[in-house]
């Protein structure tokens, strides 16, 4: 009776079109390995019916460590006197971008830490007319798609960044709680501004993407089931969230960390929830998965995520971008690196979309009701 109980349980959460925060606090709180399991395979059973079977490829250019914030819990916040500061040439970005093209990636993401001056804003156009130029081919006739991750910017900016060639924009929320927000970020940031920003992306006409950490000291399973909402409410196309792992150069190092083992299994269930709620979204595997765990980038997949982010990032700056400690491949070439975790999400049953975009099926769905 009880096994009986239990399954009608599932059967009665699993398959709504509309879940309470009561709801995902449920499936974050599962513990049992066949209740888990369960939870694995619908999430997985979903990415695969409504984002395709295959795994789409971002390639990651950390093109700069310089930032003017200081966020508590990075690494490479402006007052981390101990990191090595960088910046790659506008040219070097768009050679690794060419290579990236010809080996069959279909877009990139260029991250870096965050400024507002005009000598970065046209920086960044520069580099993003300069890849859209020159890596256009039979293939990519419009050249590889572009994601950009350099925090928050004015609307006018946002349109300048758009209308140079980017289409997706990430700017995590981290956390959804206005309170917690404010705990991990120094005075002069606002949670309203961030999500300000937000709004001013789907505007424009960006594919928004957004995420938050887990396992944050002093996170509750409630405030990650709130997360979850969240990004159903402000209606993202794209999801990028991971384990919270201290960096010693951030003032949070003093706080710790969760146990690696419950963070990962955390972690995943986060994957797998927001898979269930938000359903067409797509949602990275990130590298702090790979970063607790050796097959942790494997497993996102296998929980219901559907994009991996290999970093083609030259190794001589790689240890400087360090948000986290831990960080995989910090030593070795993308070339090597890449192509075996390519190889892993192969063995895991999952094929890559090579020489495509892999844009959000959320975002085209939402674009054709608005033309509707």
């Known amino acids: ?21 009561e709801d995902i606090v449920y499936l974050l709180s599962l513990e049992g390995q066949e209740e888990i399991e369960f939870l694995r395979q619908r999430a997985y059973d979903i990415a695969t019916k409504e984002s395709g079977e295959k795994v789409s490829l ?7 460590n310089i930032c003017s914030r200081n966020c508590c819990y990075c690494g ?8 090595k500061r960088y910046l790659l ?3 070097e970005i768009i050679e690794i971008a060419q290579k990236a093209a ?17 000598e970065f804003i046209k920086y960044v156009i520069d580099v993003v007319k300069g890849i859209k130029d020159r890596t256009k081919s039979e293939k990519l006739p419009e050249g590889l798609g572009i994601t950009l991750s350099v925090g928050e910017q004015t609307e006018k900016t946002y349109k300048k960044f758009y209308d140079a060639g980017a289409h997706r924009y990430l700017l995590r929320i981290e956390t959804s709680d206005k309170k917690f927000f404010s705990k991990i970020h120094p005075p002069d940031q606002k949670y309203d501004n961030r999500l300000n920003c937000l709004r001013m992306l789907k505007k424009i006409g960006y594919q ?19 997360d979850v909402l969240f990004f159903r409410d402000i209606d993202a196309d794209m999801i990028g969230m991971g384990p919270y792992i201290v960096s010693q150069s951030s003032l949070m190092s003093s706080k710790g960390m969760m146990e690696k083992k419950s963070l990962l299994l955390l972690s995943l269930k986060m994957i797998s929830a927001t898979r269930v709620v938000l359903k067409d979204v797509n949602i990275a595997s990130t590298t702090a998965l790979e970063a607790i765990s050796e097959d942790g980038r494997e497993k996102g997949i296998l929980f219901g995520a559907n994009v991996v982010m290999p970093n083609l990032s ?4 790689k240890s400087d971008y360090l948000l986290y400690e831990g960080k995989p491949g910090m030593e070795e070439g993308s070339d090597e690196y890449n192509t075996d975790l390519i190889q892993r999400i192969r063995l895991s049953g999952r094929e890559i979309l090579f020489d495509d975009w ?3 099926k959320h975002f085209k769905r939402r674009k054709c009701l608005n033309i509707i």
């Open 76 to 83: 490479i916040r402006k007052d981390a006197k101990s990191v």
């Open 358 to 360: 892999g844009d959000s």
């Open 314 to 317: 030259p190794v001589d700056v």
């Open 1 to 21: 009776m009880e096994n009986l109980s239990w399954i009608q349980k599932h059967d009665e959460i699993f398959f709504k079109n509309s879940f309470s925060k």
């Open 58 to 64: 971002r390639g990651i250019i950390e093109f700069s």
């Open 208 to 226: 928004v993407g957004t995420g938050v950490m887990i396992g944050i000291p002093g996170q509750t399973i409630d405030q990650l089931a709130s």
């Open 89 to 91: 040439s506008r040219e």
């Open 102 to 118: 010809v080996s069959g990636y279909g877009s990139v993401v260029l991250q870096s830490g965050e400024r507002n001056d005009e």
